[in-house]
């Protein structure tokens, strides 16, 4: 058999496979069999992602009450300077462990299947952008850990959306872990930390723009990254995150 008829017997039979036979995969986080490219099970998405939950405009926690505002942004204790953010799921349980694995466990390929039900849920709740900025890491983490989960994040969405990615934005001072630090501890703890060159500031004059970050809890990354750009020129800064806190209906 010659090597053209050959590759002509293998294309049907992917496309027998296509036509016959449903895809079928396993949840990203409880290895339950899922089909249809699906990448959580329905059981996961109602646990972590909360489909019909509102998010806080301001900070992109999940709420629980029909409100647009969570009790801190109500009441001036959120990131400003933002013009919304919004959160995939919730910060807890299996969705947690993933995040967690990610980026202390250096396994930066989990996130490869995020690419289109990200992109799909941050259409339904963003304005499109110009361009997509990951949040920076400065070089010493990043020589540490090898590579900036949110520049992956943002990578897969390029790709998935095809809208430009933009790495301007730079982290230029190493700062201490937020994490066990107050919302004012963090700000204090960020202040000069990131820095964008006037040569950057044609790039992204007027453009409405995606920030992209695994985790929000205070917002204060995510507001100190939205003052440089918006100072360089960027007419629109909307956050984009993984994961964040949920509030309880009280």
């Known amino acids: 058999m010659s090597g053209y008829t050959l ?15 449903e895809k079928s995969s396993t949840c990203l986080l409880c290895e339950t069999y899922v089909s249809g490219g699906q990448v959580f099970c329905d059981d996961c998405k109602q646990a972590y992602f909360y489909p019909d939950l ?3 405009t301001h900070c992109g926690k999940l709420l629980e009450s029909p409100h647009k505002k969570c ?18 799921g919730h910060y807890t349980g299996a969705w947690r462990e993933f995040i967690q694995d990610v980026k ?11 690419g289109q039900p990200l992109g799909e849920f941050a259409l339904c709740h963003l304005p499109p952008p110009n361009i997509l900025v990951p949040v920076p890491m400065h070089d010493e983490r990043l020589g540490e850990r090898g590579f ?13 959306l095809g809208i430009p990615l933009w790495e301007g934005l730079a982290r230029v001072q190493p700062t201490t872990p937020q994490v066990g630090l107050s919302r004012k501890e963090r700000l204090h703890n960020l202040e000069s930390a990131f820095q964008m060159p006037s ?12 920030l992209i970050d695994d985790v929000t809890t205070t917002g204060a990354t995510l507001e100190h990254c939205s003052k440089v750009l918006k100072r360089g020129g960027a007419a629109h ?14």
């Open 104 to 114: 202390f466990k250096f396994q930066p390929y989990l996130l490869k299947r995020l």
């Open 7 to 21: 590759s002509l017997w293998q294309d049907m039979k992917d496309l027998a496979r296509a036509l016959f036979y």
């Open 148 to 160: 900036n989960q949110a520049a992956v994040i943002a990578s897969l969405l390029h790709w998935e």
């Open 237 to 250: 800064v909307y956050g984009l995150v993984l994961a964040a806190g949920l509030e309880k209906r009280r």
């Open 199 to 210: 040569s950057a500031q044609s790039q992204i004059h007027g453009a409405k723009v995606w």
């Open 71 to 88: 009790e801190d942004c109500t009441e001036g204790r959120g990131p400003k300077g933002m013009d919304q953010v919004v959160a995939w």
């Open 54 to 56: 509102n998010r806080c």
